[in-house]
């Protein structure tokens, strides 16, 4: 059944929140964002998202301020997350690691490293060494024990060893 | 357009959650799970969901095991959060941050404080004052200063003063 747009009496900011974030494929999207895919071939091959669902995301985000459009190298039209979209990282890292927890039973399929002192993020979200809350600019993503993806786009072979978030993964 | 139950290609734990918590309405009704909503026609006169999505709703969360059918007082069905569903109170907090962050000029329209020191949770999720992560059966909620609501329903009732989360909130 169709949602409506607008929460008939919910104002809360969740209800606004999920006006923006609430598809499941735009969060798909968010996370590819923080592992730093910016174009729509590579989206759409690592999701296998259907183009034209992914045009309509990429354009609600952008005009909600979450991801900015910019030129990228070769004048590729790029995606960028905006400092709004940035703070959508505890929403990412805190579903990742339930999902982990719940639905990986050989362990996380893909850890978050604190680049400065090399500590894990735990499942609290805090960075296991220093015990902070770490940017995701401080963040690199690796597999972790529960990996078990084999892509052959860029995206994921990017992806198979250690990699700096928010840095740009590029296909050709 | 429909999004396949599972994702081509998606097997990462990000995925997964997306397909117990990836509706809008789910996010809702967890959310009114921790102010301590637990009863069906709670839910629809505090979110105004159609009954036959809540129906469907609700049984996917207790398929999932995020929420337990138990029986209340007066024999009413009642719904809890389970520990998996409790493990999902850092997205549900973190989702309401961001919107109150973006979509709240007038500042949060619910706060949250820990009620052992009385400190306000922080943007960052962790405590004011203590500067912990707090478990959400140690937080109240009560109104912040964006608050704009004045549903007559039971609920809404309920959450004009500080309401400890989890504890029951029942209409008659």
């Known amino acids: 059944m169709a949602l409506p747009k607008v929460y008939a009496g919910q104002r809360c900011s969740l209800s606004r ?53 910019v030129r990228g190298t070769h004048g590729y039209r790029e995606y960028v997350l905006t400092d709004k979209g940035l703070g959508l990282w505890p929403v990412v890292r805190d579903l990742l690691s339930w999902g982990d927890e719940h639905y990986s039973p050989q362990g996380a399929r893909r850890v978050f490293q604190h680049v400065e002192d090399s500590g894990l993020l735990m499942p ?11 940017d995701p600019s ?30 740009p993964v590029r296909g050709r």
Request: charged fraction near 25%; glycine fraction near 10%; include cysteine.
């Open 138 to 167: 401080e963040l690199a993503v690796l597999p972790g024990p529960g990996y078990d993806e084999a892509g052959d786009d860029v995206v994921s072979q990017a992806l198979l060893g250690a990699h700096r978030l928010l840095e």
């Open 17 to 69: 929140t999920l006006e923006i974030v609430g598809e499941r494929w735009t969060l798909l999207i968010l996370r590819d964002a923080f592992f730093g895919v910016r174009r729509f071939g590579d989206f759409v091959a690592h999701l296998g998202v259907p183009r034209a669902v992914l045009t309509e995301r990429l354009e609600a985000l952008r005009d909600a301020d979450v991801l900015a459009e």
């Open 124 to 134: 609290d979200g805090l960075c296991g060494v220093c015990r902070a809350l770490v």
